[in-house]
């Protein structure tokens, strides 16, 4: 089975630093699951209004409210098979400090 990101690129994946393809090389074939670590030098929000919607957002890890610079992150990819059969991969990223983070989950079919 090819892996999502593979199958997307088709043969531009070949292209790609050996590095990346590890990173994007992420499935159930290839055995392994991905943790990175680092710093983002800015993160910003919208305008005022937006609070209050990213703060919602908050509750479901769909949307982050911080705003600020050299904020410490890690995202974490972890291939599954869903419940139809399909490859999934979820991304779970997580911003700022342990003791209060935020997180952004999402999942790739």
Same mark, same amino acid.
């Not at 630093?17 to 710093?39: D, I, K, N, Q, S």
């Not at 209004?49 to 410490?72: S, Y």
């Not at 490859?87 to 935020?102: D, K, L, N, W």
């Given at each position: 089975?090819?892996?999502?990101? &593979?199958?997307?690129? !088709?043969?531009?994946?070949?292209?790609?630093?050996?590095?990346?393809?590890?990173?994007?090389?992420?499935?159930?074939?290839?055995?392994?699951?991905?943790?990175?670590?680092?710093?983002?030098?800015?993160?910003?929000?919208? #305008?005022?209004?937006?609070? #209050?919607?990213?703060?919602?957002?908050?509750?479901?890890?769909?949307?982050?409210?911080?705003?600020?610079?050299?904020?410490?992150?890690?995202? &974490?990819?972890? #291939?599954?098979?869903? #419940?139809? !059969?399909? &490859?999934?991969?979820?991304?779970?990223?997580?911003?700022?400090?342990?003791?209060?983070?935020?997180?952004?989950?999402?999942?790739?079919?």
């Amino acid at each position: 089975m090819t892996g999502i990101f &593979e199958t997307a690129l !088709g043969d531009d994946f070949a292209r790609l630093h050996p590095m990346m393809r590890r990173r994007f090389g992420v499935g159930l074939e290839a055995g392994y699951a991905c943790v990175g670590t680092g710093v983002m030098s800015r993160i910003r929000r919208g #305008p005022w209004w937006t609070i #209050p919607f990213l703060w919602v957002g908050r509750i479901r890890n769909i949307l982050v409210p911080i705003q600020g610079t050299d904020v410490p992150f890690t995202v &974490e990819n972890y #291939p599954y098979l869903d #419940p139809l !059969g399909r &490859e999934t991969i979820t991304f779970v990223r997580t911003y700022g400090a342990v003791s209060r983070p935020h997180r952004f989950d999402a999942t790739m079919i």
